[in-house]
């Protein structure tokens, strides 16, 4: 049951990616600071999935628990397995990705062009959003 429900959690955010790819930007948790949780984009149905992503560490049970971000077309997460991933919006490619020795539970957020993330280790990450390079 477990199992099952970490796969749906993980699967969840990246069914509603085109969604979000037609409404813009979903830079925050919630989508906006007020936190509505609202996109403009009118919902059909049914809803087809459009990509899946490999992330985190199927043996381990180490998934994604955080809701994904968006920005400039493109996907910040985070997983329970260390790994910071930024993918494509439209078709779920790995842009590229950082390891760290500790999981990301949280999303991430954005200061400028760096997408910055909370990690288990007790620090807090920076990344250039556009090359992935550390911060």
Do not use: H
Request: hydrophobic share 45%; charged share 20%.
């Amino acid at each position: 049951m477990k199992l099952k429900f970490l796969r749906l959690v993980a699967l969840l955010p990246f069914a509603l990616m085109p969604l979000i790819a037609l409404s813009g930007d979903w830079p925050l948790i919630r989508g906006d600071a007020a936190m509505k949780g609202v996109s403009p984009t009118k919902l059909v149905f049914p809803l087809t999935l459009a990509w899946s992503a490999a992330i985190g560490d199927k043996a381990k049970k180490e998934g994604v628990v955080a809701t994904p971000v968006v920005k400039g077309g493109k996907v910040y997460l985070g997983s329970q397995s260390g790994k910071f991933s930024c993918l494509e919006l439209t078709t779920g490619k790995e842009l590229w990705s950082a390891e760290k020795k500790n999981f990301f539970e949280s999303s991430a957020g954005f200061a400028g062009d760096l997408v910055i993330a909370g990690c288990g280790d007790s620090f807090v990450y920076a990344w250039n959003g556009e090359t992935g390079k550390e911060i």
